[in-house]
């Protein structure tokens, strides 16, 4: 099993819709939640950062951590065709150790 | 925020030559850089981890001969694939990590470099 599930889609949805992405983990040690971007042939570019559990807002994004389910998830609202990429999470244990990474889900954004 | 400057973007070689990829922490200093590669439609894979001033910690399956990796400055650390075959050819992110218990383990990408060996 896998540290950290994420489902690699490709999730399709209309523009203007809210596009829901998920992760599940295993290890309850993880206190550190990422969610990267990555466009095609580019880097993975950082959108959300939350330490231990709870709601995180940023504009169009939201991130909620839920520790007691080991459950973590981003919803982009108002979505736009732009926002179609892979959408990675990133966890870790602490502030030095590495991050584990989600398969990846890649969002498509209809117009 | 932060920004990491890979380079090249793309590279195309000779089988048996050597490749140096560049990667610059431009507006912070990082004690720590990654370096990753990443199949088409997979997710990064961890190659290696350079702290400045010391050696590489490589990952298991990770030729250390293969994957040279320097990390002379706080500001720069080098990837060379030595010898390069075409089973290397794929997509090498390095990430740098800003330092500090307060900054948490937040990686910051560079763009990636496409290597292509022939």
């Known amino acids: 099993q896998k540290e950290v599930e994420q489902d690699p889609g490709p999730l399709s949805v209309p523009e203007g819709a809210i596009v829901s992405l998920n992760c599940t983990y295993s290890?309850?040690?993880?206190?550190?939640f990422m969610w990267y971007r990555q466009y095609s042939r580019k880097g993975p570019e950082l959108l959300m950062y939350t330490y231990s559990s709870g709601n995180k807002e940023d504009g169009r994004f939201t991130a909620q951590v839920d520790k007691s389910s080991k459950y973590i998830s981003l919803f982009i609202r108002d979505s736009q065709p732009s926002d179609s990429a892979t959408y990675l999470c990133a966890l870790t244990t602490d502030s030095w150790g590495k991050l584990q990474f989600g398969a990846g889900t890649q969002v498509v954004v209809t117009p | 925020g932060a920004v990491v400057s890979q380079h090249p973007s793309w590279v195309i070689c000779k089988s048996g030559t050597s490749v140096k990829i560049e990667c610059r922490s431009l507006d912070f200093q990082a004690t720590t850089m990654f370096w990753y590669r990443q199949f088409p439609k997979q997710s990064l894979m961890l190659m290696a981890t350079?702290?400045?001033?010391?050696?590489?910690?490589?990952e298991q399956g990770v030729e250390k001969d293969k994957f040279l990796i320097n990390h002379a400055s706080l500001t720069l650390s080098t990837l060379t694939v030595t010898s390069a075959h075409p089973e290397d050819s794929s997509f090498y992110i390095c990430?740098?990590?800003?330092?500090?218990?307060?900054?948490?383990?937040?990686?910051?990408f560079g763009a990636g470099t496409r290597l292509s060996v022939l």
């Open positions: 290890n309850s040690a993880f206190q550190y």
């Open positions: 990430s740098a990590r800003v330092g500090g218990v307060k900054a948490g383990n937040i990686q910051y």
């Open positions: 350079s702290n400045e001033g010391s050696k590489a910690t490589y």
